[in-house]
């Protein structure tokens, strides 16, 4: 069965630190990948997808994420964040060639809290 | 933009009661789904409907029925709700394979 682990289950940052979220999920085929954003209060959005193409997939707000395939990962990045950055964080994989749209599955999340 | 609308954001209920979580979206999304959301345990997937009146299982179906009568409108029901079943529930939907819509949540305590 498919998984995906989120190594970072807390992270505290200083504004203006660079971040970077782990992501690894097993699957033998091929992938797409996800990261979603929930804010304090907020419900939960897409911050970026990678479907096929540039493994390097720019998001809202200044998040980057890179799928390195012979690592299975999909990490998620930003160079400087800022205190509206805290957020839990949730990456999440489904089979390419999934057909119903059901298997998506999500990591754990990482709690990011920066401080001012 | 896509809206997904939970009925309640906050609900009490009493153990042994009968729960309703009503979600509606405005899309004509073909799939809905209820996840519930626990610290440390990420989103995990109670049922989903891919039509109407068609639904399938998640990852933690017990102790829970949904209702899908009319394509913009997914419940779930608690039949006869339980302490362990204070949870967030979270509905989404989505247009065939691609990213899922989120609704902002229905915090439920179970008493």
């Known amino acids: 069965a498919q998984s995906v682990s989120q190594h970072n289950h807390h992270v505290i940052l200083s504004e203006a630190a660079s971040l970077e979220l782990g992501c690894n999920y097993s699957?033998?085929?091929?992938?797409?990948l996800f990261w979603y954003v929930q804010y304090p209060g907020q419900h939960l959005q897409l911050l970026l997808k990678?479907?096929?193409?540039?493994?390097l997939v720019k998001g809202i707000k200044g998040f980057e994420a890179e799928f390195i395939k012979s690592k299975f990962s999909f990490n998620l990045r930003k160079p400087s964040v800022q205190w509206s950055d805290t957020a839990e964080y949730f990456c999440?994989?489904?089979?390419?060639?999934?057909?119903?749209?059901?298997?998506?599955?999500f990591g754990k999340g990482t709690s990011l809290l920066v401080t001012p | 933009d896509v809206k997904v609308t939970q009925s309640s954001r906050y609900l009490v209920k009493r153990t042994g009661e009968k729960v309703f979580l009503e979600c509606v979206q405005d899309?004509?999304?073909?799939?809905m789904f209820w996840y519930r959301q626990d610290p440390g345990l990420g989103l995990r997937l109670i049922y989903f409907?891919?039509?109407?009146?068609?639904?399938e299982k998640g990852d933690i179906p017990e102790g829970y029925s949904v209702s899908r009568e009319k394509k913009e409108r997914f419940s779930l029901i608690l039949e006869s709700a339980s302490t362990n079943q204070t949870s967030m529930y979270l509905c989404?939907?989505?247009?065939?394979?691609?990213?899922?819509?989120f609704g902002s949540g229905t915090q439920l305590s179970v008493l």
């Open positions: 989404a939907s989505s247009p065939g394979f691609s990213r899922r819509f």
């Open positions: 999440a994989v489904s089979p390419s060639n999934s057909n119903s749209g059901y298997a998506l599955n």
């Open positions: 990678y479907f096929s193409g540039d493994p």
């Open positions: 899309m004509d999304h073909e799939n």
């Open positions: 699957y033998g085929g091929t992938v797409n």
């Open positions: 409907s891919y039509d109407v009146k068609m639904k």
